[in-house]
T-cell receptor, first 114, second 113 residues
Framework: AQSVTQLGSHVSVSEGALVLLRCNYS??????LFWYVQYPNQGLQLLLK??????LVKGINGFEAEFKKSETSFHLTKPSAHMSDAAEYFC????????????FGTGTRLQVTL | DAGITQSPRHKVTETGTPVTLRCHQT?????MYWYRQDPGHGLRLIHY???????DKGEVSDGYSVSRSKTEDFLLTLESATSSQTSVYFC????????????FGPGTRLTVT
């Protein structure tokens, strides 16, 4: 069984500030972990993925995430927020090594203010 | 972008009518998925396919059926639409290597009146 918890359904940051979106997972086997971004009226776009290689994963648009097994976390960060980062972000988990079903968190809406 | 299209993109239908949504891919990926997205629930898996004519249920499969007669097409049918099936439906695909990440289509907004 696997599950994902995203803390904070809404996060607001100022432009230029650090972005931190939290994701904790539960998995009975070593997981693969993903972050997706969804802009209004669009589908989900893959930001980055962890597949048991490097624990610090870099993605598109300056985002990165660190896999911490001891904390069962995979938090998403970006050093400096841009207005264009405003979107909804989803964390997802699947059992490693298979094209299995993804389990998604409920999402975090990021607002970026001037 | 992954070559995934969904049709129709928007649909309004009446309670009790059957509805079929189509997902078409040009990537020749083995796996295809149907999700629904509702506020506060994230994405929930309805059905998925692991090959032609090979399908299985997800967590919210009641009231839905699927078919996959060709690698590139995955159909989702609401046998008798209900207002609770008003949602945005996303198709996704994944391959058989790497992290098995899924790539998503643009979505279909379905309203059942």
């Amino acid at each position: 069984a696997q599950s994902v918890t995203q803390l904070g359904s809404h996060v607001s940051v100022s432009e230029g500030a650090l972005v931190l979106l939290r994701c904790n997972y539960s998995s009975s086997v070593p997981p693969y972990l993903f972050w997706y971004v969804q802009y209004p009226n669009q589908g989900l776009q893959l930001l980055l993925k962890y597949t048991s290689a490097a624990t610090l994963v870099k993605g598109i648009n300056g985002f990165e995430a660190e896999f911490k097994k001891s904390e069962t976390s995979f938090h998403l960060t970006k050093p400096s927020a841009h207005m264009s980062d405003a979107a909804e972000y989803f964390c997802a988990v699947s059992p490693s090594g298979t094209a299995s079903k993804l389990t998604f968190g409920t999402g975090t809406r990021l607002q970026v203010t001037l | 972008d992954a070559g995934i299209t969904q049709s129709p993109r928007h649909k309004v239908t009446e309670t009790g009518t059957p509805v079929t949504l189509r997902c078409h891919q040009t990537e020749n990926h083995r796996y295809m998925y149907w999700y629904r997205q509702d506020p506060g629930h994230g994405l929930r898996l309805i059905h998925y396919s692991y090959g032609v004519k090979d399908t299985d249920k997800g967590e919210v499969s009641d009231g839905y059926s699927v078919s996959r007669s060709k690698t590139e097409d995955f159909l989702l049918t609401l046998e008798s639409a209900t207002s609770s099936q008003t949602s945005v439906y996303f198709c996704a695909i994944s391959g058989t290597s790497g992290g098995y990440e899924q790539y998503f289509g643009p979505g279909t907004r379905l309203t059942v009146t």
